[in-house]
């Protein structure tokens, strides 16, 4: 299975940029990356994906490196409720909707 | 649209007894599936199945196990708890599951503690 690591932690302050790393070398070609975030008592929350070039949403951006060995999650503006612990996962194209998590980031957002 | 659903959302039990733990996923979704979380773990795959049939499976022991209806609603079952078992069980649902281009949705899971 795809590998992937995050720092454990991050802070940052109201109304500022966010951008939470991920490292994932061992992920092939056809492998999506995967951004989830998750509050307590909450399951996870779909946040962005993708496989080669960079994506935008309402939510997020998502920088892929041209090796594709690491991604940065990108909060344009961080608010109160952007606080959470984000996953980075990864899936194979050959094991369909299965999710190799990693760790996960706890973000700190300070007033 | 009606989300992710699971039931119970906590769950008592003791080793040794078994626990069925039931999953509806969103309407038109026919792929389901199930993750462990715990602290010292993080999240961990289980299982996956679609149109009733198990099609993926993570590295865990017979003792866990699961099965799909025709409506697509799922359970899981785990039989002999140990206190390991103690966890958040979380359910995710898709379209199809294929590709690994699919967004998936998650339930706020079951927290089970096996006393």
């Known amino acids: 299975d795809a590998k992937t690591t995050q720092p454990n932690s991050m802070e940052s302050n109201e109304e500022e940029p966010v951008h939470l790393p991920c490292n994932h070398s061992?992920?092939?070609?056809?492998?999506?990356i995967h951004w989830y975030r998750q509050l307590p008592s909450q399951g996870p929350e779909y946040v962005i994906h993708g496989l080669t070039s960079n994506v935008n949403n309402r939510m997020a951006s998502l920088a892929i490196a041209e090796d594709r060995k690491s991604s940065t999650l990108i909060l344009h503006r961080a608010t109160l409720r952007d606080a959470a612990v984000y996953y980075c996962?990864?899936?194979?194209?050959?094991?369909?909707?299965?999710?190799?998590f990693g760790e996960g980031t706890q973000l700190t957002v300070n007033p | 649209k009606a989300g992710v659903t699971q039931t119970p959302r906590y769950l008592i039990k003791t080793r040794g007894q078994q626990v069925t733990l039931s999953c509806s996923p969103i309407s038109g979704h026919r792929s389901v599936s199930w993750y462990q979380q715990t602290p010292g773990q993080g999240l961990q795959f289980l299982f996956e199945y679609f149109s009733e049939t198990q099609r993926n499976k993570g590295n865990f022991p017979g003792r866990f196990s699961g099965r799909q209806f025709s409506n697509s609603r799922s359970e899981m079952n785990v039989s002999t708890l140990e206190l390991g078992d103690s966890a958040l069980y979380l359910c995710a649902s898709s379209f199809t599951g294929l590709a690994g281009g699919e967004t998936q949705y998650f339930g706020p899971g079951t927290r089970l503690l096996v006393l």
């Open positions: 061992t992920i092939s070609g056809t492998d999506y």
């Open positions: 996962a990864a899936s194979l194209r050959t094991s369909g909707s299965r999710l190799t």
